[in-house]
């Protein structure tokens, strides 16, 4: 099992929003280049596109960085 950090947002949120937003790229330009270099999984599936738009109880997990659970709303 897979322990992961939950992210609390409000709004909407791409997964280059997401990138930025949680410090794993400086600029959401990067997001196109890091989609490309690095695994990154959404759900368990292999993700590619920067603008996916994410969903309350998506899972992300990019292996050499972290698992994320997304959750919108307050905490």
């Known amino acids: 099992m897979v322990l992961a950090e939950t992210v609390i947002v409000d709004g909407e949120l791409t ?3 997401f990138l930025n937003y949680e410090g794993i790229i400086e600029s959401g330009g990067q997001a196109k280049w890091f989609l490309k270099e690095y695994d990154v999984y959404l759900n368990g599936e292999h993700e590619t596109r920067r603008g996916k738009k994410l969903d ?4 992300i997990e990019i292996p ?3 698992s994320y659970i997304i959750q919108f709303g307050e905490q």
């Open 15 to 17: 997964l280059g929003q």
């Open 56 to 59: 309350h109880g998506d899972m």
């Open 64 to 66: 050499e960085v972290g």
